[in-house]
């Protein structure tokens, strides 16, 4: 009689088997997440600090404005500070979140190349767009913008991509903001779906027939 058994694997042994720990990783993979994290950085600092002079702050509006879907939608230029975290979240609590994206950067760095989730390239890039969104934002946080407001200098995020659905008015944004979202998008993906190539496992099938 034949009988077919499946084996149990514990989360370590799967863990094993997703990631070899003592495989190197690619140089490409450095590339990939260094390329994002510097030219995502400069962008959202060079449009932030663009829009900025060009418009004044606080409260700076374009002088044009885009509308799409009968003009239920539409999106223009307004400078804002954000002493908060995305959307506005958390105003007042600067320091606590320049704090968190410091840790949040060291455990990217560590994550990558210490536990090498790099050897994914679909983490690479995911972890590389975080990354950027989280040192814009945190340059802003750091006061490095060298803005002042009534005296006072800001220890705030430069947002100015404002966005109207209807008479909702969506929080004002940057693009390390649009970074951080579409990281966080693909960092879901990849934990609800982890039949990605870099993530299947190698080796012999989990099933065996055993002659009894």
């Not at 975290?85 to 105003?91: D, E, N, R, S, V």
């Not at 968190?100 to 972890?127: D, E, N, Y």
Request: hydrophobic share 45%.
């Amino acid at each position: 009689m034949n009988a077919t058994t499946h084996k149990t694997e514990s989360p370590e042994t799967k863990v094993a088997n997703t990631v070899d720990l003592k495989a190197p990783i690619p140089r490409s993979r450095f590339v990939v997440f260094l390329s994002l994290v510097v030219l995502g950085t400069f962008w959202d600092l060079y449009t932030k600090a663009t829009v900025f002079e060009s418009l004044g702050y606080p409260g700076g509006i374009s002088p044009w404005k885009q509308t799409f879907l009968n003009s239920w939608v539409q999106f223009r230029y307004y400078t804002s500070f954000n002493e908060g975290a995305l959307w506005g979240m958390g105003q007042g609590y600067t320091a606590m979140f320049a704090i968190l994206s410091i840790g949040a950067a060291i455990g990217i760095l560590c994550w990558l190349f210490w536990f090498r989730a790099a050897k994914s390239l679909w983490l690479t890039v995911t972890l590389g767009l975080v990354m950027a969104g989280t040192m814009g934002n945190l340059y802003d946080r750091l006061g490095w913008h060298g803005y002042e407001v009534a005296g006072r200098k800001m220890f705030a995020v430069r947002d100015f991509l404002a966005f109207t659905f209807g008479n909702y008015h969506y929080p004002i944004f940057n693009y390390a903001d649009v970074f951080l979202v579409t990281g966080a998008i693909m960092l879901a993906v990849y934990s609800i779906f982890l039949d990605l190539p870099e993530s299947k496992p190698k080796g012999k099938s989990e099933s065996k027939v055993e002659e009894a």
